[in-house]
């Protein structure tokens, strides 16, 4: 293998630059060539390929999002949005690809790989840690942390004030980010799309809370949480108990900028060189992912499949910690 390329696709994650540049330095130690692809699979189809250099990726460890830019792309997910996509890597000379980023990502990587034998290899850049087979994605634990001084700055207005705020955060199918984010800091309660959420439950604690006087309470809410999100429970809790002081906070995509923090640069960085070494030893269609402090490989049809559980234990703690 002489030469391979790199794309970064779906959602932004944090650390996605630092896996970028992981890719291109190892793939340089190893003499093997780089072409960057810009916007993802809609940049493959479209030509939007560059060589890359080692000091093309100085500077961006530390940067936020990704300078390959990413796109979601409907022209591939035509059989012949995705031969052009082919036709443009053959003519580059390129003999392996690195995915960075989520199940959809893979899912494309995959269908590439059985319809024209490139190798395929990815990384999980994803905010949401959906995927099964890696400890952690790239993002998820700088996508914490922001929420973590977001909220922090919340409790001290609401507390101010004697106000409960529902604050909602990223997690369309998973609560990860909801539930560590809540024990970071000090939640009422957690509301994730993993379990059924129980309104009453949540109304009967509130009230617990008012008689005891509390100054302040805080619920998180993971977007696809099935009681509808932030804003319809604030209204039933409103109108239920209109003497509470209520609002909403939706931190929307804020969530998935800012410098990536330290623990996600040192997982990008290993990952992205571990997604080279699996290429130049002949791997395909897997995910390179971090399991108990080492890299590992997963197949992509376990990774995009096999959800993980919710962590019950975790869930549990925020129910005995808020009381
Ligand atoms: P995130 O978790 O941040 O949403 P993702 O990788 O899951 O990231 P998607 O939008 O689901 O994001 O997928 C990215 C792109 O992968 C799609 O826009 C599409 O081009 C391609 N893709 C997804 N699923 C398939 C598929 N089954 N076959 C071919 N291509 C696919």
Not at 222 to 248: I, N, Q, W, Y
Request: include cysteine.
């Amino acid at each position: 293998m002489k030469k391979i390329a790199v794309l970064t696709s779906g959602g932004d994650a944090p650390g996605m630059n630092a896996c970028v540049r992981a890719v291109v330095r190892t793939a340089n130690h190893f003499n093997i060539g780089v072409i960057g692809v810009r916007r993802g699979y809609q940049g493959m189809i479209e030509n939007d390929l560059f060589p890359m250099t080692p000091s093309d990726v100085s500077n961006i460890i530390q940067r936020g999002g990704t300078v390959l830019k990413t796109a979601r792309s409907k022209d591939f997910m035509s059989v012949e949005g995705r031969e052009k996509a082919m036709q443009n890597l053959r003519n580059a000379g390129v003999e392996g690809l690195v995915v960075i980023g989520g199940d959809g990502s893979f899912k494309g990587a995959l269908t590439l790989h059985k319809e024209f034998g490139l190798p395929v290899v990815g990384t999980p850049g994803t905010i949401d840690n959906d995927l099964f087979g890696t400890e952690a994605t790239i993002g998820y634990d700088t996508a914490i942390n922001t929420v973590v001084q977001a909220v922090d700055k919340i409790r001290d207005t609401a507390n101010s004030h004697n106000r409960l705020f529902f604050v909602e955060v990223m997690g369309r199918d998973a609560g990860f980010i909801a539930l560590r984010s809540g024990i970071a800091c000090g939640a009422e309660a957690v509301l994730v799309p993993e379990t059924e959420t129980y309104t009453e439950a949540l109304m009967d604690k509130l009230q617990r809370g008012w008689n005891r006087e509390k100054s302040s309470a805080i619920i998180i809410v993971a977007e696809g949480d099935d009681s509808g999100g932030a804003e319809v429970l604030a209204k039933m809790v409103k109108e239920r108990f209109p003497h509470f002081d209520t609002r909403v906070s939706i931190l929307g995509h804020m969530q998935r900028g800012g410098s990536p923090s330290a623990y996600d640069r040192v997982l990008a960085s290993e990952l992205g060189a571990g997604a080279v070494k699996a290429l130049l030893e002949g791997k395909t269609n897997v995910m390179i992912g971090r399991m108990h402090g080492q890299v590992v490989e997963v197949p992509f049809e376990k990774a995009v499949k096999h959800h993980r559980d919710i962590n019950k234990n975790l869930l549990e703690l925020v129910y005995w910690l808020s009381e």
